[in-house]
């Protein structure tokens, strides 16, 4: 197997661990509005705030995967990378505009104790997660799909080209997946009612997730599919099942462990579809980018191979101590109550 291939599969790995661990931060995110609701404004606020407890020490180093695959992709297959960051300019700018607007969201909302405030940055993170959301799914199944790429290794085609039928559906799957893998990291990282609420959820969009996703991938296997695929297909859909299944038992542990699995073969079976090929053209097969016309040269993945082999241990060794060390449930009863940034009590003043 020579370097390409290998950094072929190291890119996949790379998209597997952003969606698997940014996907639930979205998931969170866009719950805000629905288990975020309470018996009354005080109850709403600790709930939104427990939520938003759950993935604050997470969300910043899981952002570090899609900007590792970004620049792995840029440094080991650079016309890869222009075509796709060219091509899709448009999508890529509303996701890096939606994601500034939700960390800011996370960073801003408790700088202020009014109800407004509060309310408007609970917005800015509930549209800055579903929008990346939405548009990874849409890209990354238009990239699978094909799209029209001339003789020159060049994007032909606009914003409307990407929202097609075929590529609207991936979007939505990656919403409902991302919703249920949200609701079970909720429920796995919180204690009292909001735990309950989470499961109940996430078993009603487990089930939407599993439909839709056993008619994307059916679409996409029909065109692009190969052994391999399809046996990573049915691996995703019985570990989604398994989930659901362990998620009403109360099992919330086994049932994030399955959507994690199903994003990871989901990822998978993606990439399978791709290859040789890491972006087909729908206009001629004989102008689709492969793993060899877009890749760079020998020296610089010989290079590259050493730098992951270093920092790849390092980096994952330090990721796993920080969700170790913010392993435990949290609950309503824990949030204090909320205070003005900048009041200063008239004892001290």
Do not use: C
Request: cysteine-free; aromatic content about 14%; proline content about 4%.
């Amino acid at each position: 197997m020579d370097l390409a291939v290998i950094w072929f599969l190291l890119i996949a790995v790379l998209w597997t661990g952003y969606l698997a661990l940014e996907g639930f931060d979205f998931g969170v995110g866009m719950l805000l509005p629905i288990l975020g609701k309470g018996r009354d404004a005080d109850d709403t606020e600790k709930r939104r705030r427990v939520m938003i407890n759950t993935i604050g020490p997470v969300w910043d180093g899981n952002e570090v995967w899609i900007l590792t695959a970004g620049g792995a992709t840029f440094a080991a297959f650079p016309h890869w990378y222009a075509t796709l960051f060219s091509g899709f300019y448009l999508p890529l700018l509303l996701i890096l505009v939606a994601l500034i607007v939700r960390n800011m969201g996370f960073d801003y909302r408790g700088k202020r104790a009014s109800a407004t405030w509060k309310a408007r940055w609970d917005l800015a993170i509930i549209i800055g997660s579903f929008v990346p959301a939405l548009l990874w799914g849409v890209a990354l199944t238009n990239v699978v799909r094909g799209v029209p790429i001339d003789e020159h290794m060049e994007y032909t085609g606009n914003l409307f080209t990407l929202l097609n039928p075929v590529g609207l559906l991936g979007g939505l799957t990656f919403v409902a997946l991302f919703l249920t893998h949200g609701a079970y990291f909720i429920a796995l990282k919180t204690a009292g009612p909001i735990r309950e609420d989470a499961r109940a959820f996430a078993t009603k969009s487990g089930l939407a997730a599993a439909g839709l996703a056993v008619i994307l991938l059916l679409v996409l296997g029909i065109t692009r599919g190969s052994i391999w695929s399809w046996l990573t297909t049915v691996v995703a859909a019985v570990a989604l099942l398994a989930s659901i299944a362990s998620n009403m038992r109360g099992k919330e542990g086994f049932a994030f462990t399955g959507t994690f699995v199903t994003i990871a073969f989901a990822v998978a079976t993606y990439f399978f579809m791709l290859y040789p090929n890491v972006m087909p053209s729908s206009t001629k097969d004989a102008w689709s980018l492969t793993i060899h016309n877009a890749s760079s040269t020998d020296y610089t993945l010989k290079i590259m191979t050493i730098a992951a082999v270093v920092f790849t241990p390092i980096v994952l060794l330090y990721q796993g101590w920080t969700y170790w060390v913010f392993r435990k449930r949290i609950s309503v009863e824990q949030i204090p109550a909320a205070q003005d940034p900048g009041h200063v009590p008239a004892a001290v003043r």
